[in-house]
């Protein structure tokens, strides 16, 4: 029961801490001013207005008897009601009105229709709150005459309800408005935050952050900071010695080239040449791997413009691009352009041709490519993203490499907050999706 209840609270409340903050604040006031109008109502002004609308109905009464008793002194009467109480008094033999003018949720009107049904009776009586600005409109039967009065609308109501909805309705805004400015000021550190938490989790440098707000966050996002700088130097310290180890294994391989370029066998000079060719392009593969995109800063890039900047750079009729679509994403354009090389010049080295489509939704754009190779295994999609890992059987077997391509193309990809899938193609090679946010 109370699983189910907490279950359906959570998908009423809003989502977000500024909004649910908001709640707790505004609720209680609101609920409170709420509870102040229903004591006021029932406890004072119904009782009040009752009381005074008794009182009215009851000199309405003592008319029709005087009336009734003397019709002859008709013009003293309602000189003295009009000069004492501001009453306007006329008797006519008209049609008593049909059509009631009562207006049904009016505390006011419901009031003066009990009082006048509890002494004159039904249907013996006629009145509209309405018709005039600052009076009441009341008609009573009196045998076959019609007596009206026009009575000011003060002495029916005690108070006025607007002036007294205003002052229980402003001051609550004023302490909502309040709320918000303050709830706002201390919500955006955690959004400040949670964005720069976003950017770090990119990839990016994140220089610019200040921590501010309350205590707790404050000292919450002082911890973020010193993280995100440990981890900076940590990669900057490892990027400067895989470079330092890069240059020295760069010389002892140059050397070994030029000693074997002075080798008068010329095919075992070839052969090694070879291994030294791989062994150089083994080394590139393990550093760029480590570096990834670390000192990349992110950009706006255009989708459209890179995809033919690489369409142009391949200059080949077997990579065919379709249905590109025009959208700018925030990301690192190099390190973006380097995974979608790595899965065309994938597919142009284990199949004849690569096929390259964009589709977009409402915030995200799907990235297809498709080649008409040999294919992978479905159960060797997730291998395949491991480092170091090589599907010599379905791939070609002479083609070198060190099973980081995909590695690095799921890393850059899931940095840029995008994810991709593999599948199999209407080719009957292979498809790589990739889905980024715009």
């Known amino acids: ?57 009851s000199q309405l009464k003592a008319i029709q008897d005087v009336y009734q008793n003397d019709k002859k002194n008709l ?156 981890i900076n130097r940590h990669l900057n310290q490892r990027s400067e010695m895989l470079s330092g180890i890069s240059h020295d294994l760069r010389t002892p391989l140059t050397r070994l080239k030029l000693q074997l370029a002075m080798l008068k066998q010329k095919d075992l000079s070839n052969k090694m040449s070879k291994d030294i060719d791989e062994m150089e392009k083994m080394l590139n593969d393990y550093l760029a791997f480590a570096k990834n995109q670390s000192q990349e800063e992110t950009e706006e890039l255009n989708l459209l413009n890179l995809f033919e900047e690489i369409k142009k750079n391949y200059n080949d009729k077997n990579l065919k691009v379709k249905n590109l679509e025009d959208v700018k994403i925030i990301g690192r354009s190099h390190a973006l352009r380097r995974s979608f090389e790595n899965i065309i010049q994938n597919g142009l080295t284990y199949g004849k041709n690569v096929f390259v489509e964009m589709q977009r939704s409402a915030n995200r754009i799907l990235i297809i490519f498709e080649d008409d190779g040999p294919g992978i295994p479905e159960d060797q999609y997730k291998n395949v993203f491991k480092p170091f890992f090589r599907l010599d059987k ?42 980024l946010p715009f």
């Open 394 to 435: 379905s791939r070609s077997l002479n083609q070198s490499g060190v099973g980081l391509g995909l590695a690095i193309v799921e890393d850059i990809i899931n940095s840029h907050g995008g994810n991709i899938q593999l599948a199999k193609s209407k080719y009957n090679g292979l498809l790589v999706k990739i889905s």
């Open 75 to 230: 013009d003293f009467l309602t000189d003295s009601y009009e000069n004492n109480f501001n009453f306007e008094i006329g008797v006519n033999k008209d049609e008593f009105p049909s059509i009631s003018g009562e207006r049904k949720f009016s505390p006011m009107d419901r009031s003066l229709r009990r009082e006048l049904k509890s002494t004159f009776g039904n249907n013996n009586y006629w009145f509209s709150t309405s018709k005039f600005k600052n009076a009441v409109e009341i008609k009573i039967k009196s045998e076959n005459e019609i007596i009206e009065f026009l009575i000011p609308k003060d002495m029916v109501a005690t108070s006025s309800v607007r002036l007294f909805v205003l002052w229980t309705t402003l001051p609550s805004i004023v302490l909502i408005i309040i709320a918000i400015i303050f709830l706002k000021n201390q919500t955006k550190p955690l959004v400040r935050l949670a964005k720069a938490a976003e950017r770090f989790g990119k990839g990016d440098y994140v220089n610019d952050f200040r921590p501010s707000g309350a205590l707790e966050i404050r000292k919450a996002a002082y911890e973020f900071d010193r993280m995100a700088k440990r």
């Open 1 to 57: 029961m109370f699983y189910g209840l907490s279950r359906i609270l959570k998908i009423i409340l809003p989502k977000r801490l500024f909004y649910r903050a908001l709640i707790i604040v505004a609720a209680p006031t609101i609920l409170l001013q709420f509870i102040i109008t229903i004591v006021f109502f029932d406890s004072i002004w119904i009782k009040a207005n009752k009381n005074v609308t008794r009182s009215l109905v």
